[in-house]
């Protein structure tokens, strides 16, 4: 494929206070070979201006700013259409890389042709821009009633995960893709055209179901603890089992996010889920879905007021699901 190495899809919206450290991790890359695309998502906040000032002298750079605020789905999704790139990294606002990160993670590309995304050593970024040593995120772990966790959440750095190994997929601050997967997992857009990320989910939980997608495929993502980068990961905390831990980590998200969270969860297991996987797991995942829909009776009803709009995206969703599950069974029979 013609072009750089590596294409860098970074989409801003009001990221003024962590792109000064995003920008700058990417300029200390030990590969250079890069072309990054910037899409701005209608900021407010100066981010455009902070773009171009920085980005005044990159041959590489390429600033796209949108009119509205096109979801993190749909705006990663032009950049992956666009890319010339044998592999393309979806690079969050609030993320700084360690110098090494490219070259770790396309080293292993290229070493393992049956891997579709590389998951890297991620630590958190505090507010103030320190680089702290507890861990954001080693990768994304599916549990048997269907809750997706950040691998190694909370934990100190050193404590767990120093092994490269295989996840179940690539957590969404800073994944490095095969561009060839990525297309081979697209789905048909609704209203026409294809996408790669969902574009009904706008945004979260978005990189889980492609991990997912992916996987349903045939493809593999693969841990890299050499590739480091740091997260600002707003309000989590450790992804404890327990149902107090589970309510004292709800209690610190945004309600908006827990709302388009829990109806883009329902999307992606209609997309996703096979028969006998879910008939086989179904105690854990009824159990959790009854305990769920408790507690937001009680201490969020208002949780429910995405269910219209979850209504409307099912067939949308069934869609794609029927397009997937085509393309699974062909490759099975081959």
């Given at each position: 494929m013609a072009g750089p190495r590596v294409t860098v899809s970074l989409v801003t919206y009001n990221g003024v206070?962590?792109?000064?450290?995003?920008?700058?991790?990417?300029?200390?890359?030990?590969?250079?070979?890069?072309?990054?695309i910037v899409r701005d998502n209608a900021s407010t906040d100066g981010t455009v201006e902070l773009l171009r000032s920085r980005l005044a002298d990159d041959t590489r750079a390429r600033i796209v700013e949108s009119p509205r605020n096109l979801g993190y789905a749909a705006a990663h999704n032009l950049a992956v259409h666009a890319a010339r790139s044998e592999f393309v990294l979806l690079l969050n606002q609030d993320v700084e890389l360690d110098g090494g990160f490219l070259a770790a993670a396309l080293e292993t590309?290229?070493?393992?042709?049956?891997?579709?995304?590389?998951?890297?050593?991620?630590?958190?970024?505090?507010?103030?821009?320190?680089?702290?040593?507890?861990?954001?995120t080693t990768?994304?772990?599916?549990?048997?009633?269907?809750?997706f966790v950040s691998r190694s959440q909370g934990r100190?750095?050193?404590?767990?995960?120093?092994?490269a190994g295989s996840v179940f997929g690539a957590d969404g601050p800073a994944p490095v893709y095969r561009t060839a997967a990525l297309r081979d997992a697209r789905l048909p857009r609704t209203g026409g055209g294809w996408e790669v990320l969902d574009e009904d989910f706008f945004m979260y939980k978005e990189d889980v179901d492609l991990a997912w997608r992916l996987r349903r495929l045939g493809w593999d993502a693969w841990y890299e603890p050499r590739a480091v980068a740091w997260h600002g990961r707003g309000a989590a905390g450790p992804p404890g089992d327990g149902l107090l831990a589970i309510a004292r980590s709800n209690r610190l998200?945004?309600?908006?996010?827990?709302?388009?969270?829990?109806?883009?969860q329902r999307l992606m297991q209609l997309k996703n889920e096979s028969l006998s996987d879910y008939l086989r797991d179904l105690p854990w995942i009824a159990r959790r879905e009854v305990l769920s829909l408790g507690f937001i009776l009680v201490a969020d009803p208002r949780r429910l007021s995405v269910v219209p709009g979850l209504i409307r995206l099912l067939p949308s969703a069934a869609r794609k699901r029927r397009y997937l599950w085509r393309r699974i069974r062909a490759r099975r029979a081959t």
């Open positions: 206070r962590w792109l000064d450290g995003c920008l700058a991790s990417l300029r200390a890359q030990t590969l250079d070979d890069y072309e990054l590309l290229d070493e393992r042709p049956a891997v579709a995304a590389i998951q890297g050593r991620i630590r958190r970024l505090e507010p103030g821009g320190t680089r702290a040593d507890v861990l954001d990768g994304l772990e599916m549990r048997r009633d269907r809750r100190l750095d050193g404590t767990v995960h120093d092994q998200i945004p309600r908006w996010i827990k709302q388009v969270s829990w109806r883009n």
